[in-house]
């Protein structure tokens, strides 16, 4: 019953998300969390590293860093199993979430 239960929950978050998708063309991690089956504390916990690393990327912007090559390894290796680091980044720069982060983080990933 209870796994009848997180079904039923992880197709109400796919729902929201899918009824964003449609009034936001651009909402392409909303669509990647609904392509690979996140749940909605996947995407929660998903939602809070970007964020994490985001604000330490700001810190360490601020003291001079210039290469940001640990916060990319720390954002592959707690990354969602379900997700590549490619989906993530395109995703997030189409929708504009997180984007200087994943710019920064895109930029990592060409050297």
Do not use: W
């Amino acid at each position: 019953m209870k796994d009848l239960y997180k079904e039923v929950e992880t197709l109400r978050y796919h729902q929201e998300l899918l009824i964003n998708v449609i009034r936001n063309r651009e909402a392409e991690l909303d669509l990647l969390f609904v392509e690979k089956n996140l749940t909605r504390e996947e995407g929660r916990i998903l939602l809070k590293l970007c964020a994490t690393l985001s604000k330490k990327m700001e810190i360490e912007k601020a003291e001079g860093y210039l290469h940001f090559q640990p916060l990319l390894q720390q954002l592959r290796n707690q990354l969602n199993p379900k997700l590549s680091i490619y989906e993530l980044i395109r995703s997030c720069l189409k929708q504009g979430v997180f984007s200087e982060f994943m710019k920064e983080m895109e930029k990592e990933l060409k050297l």
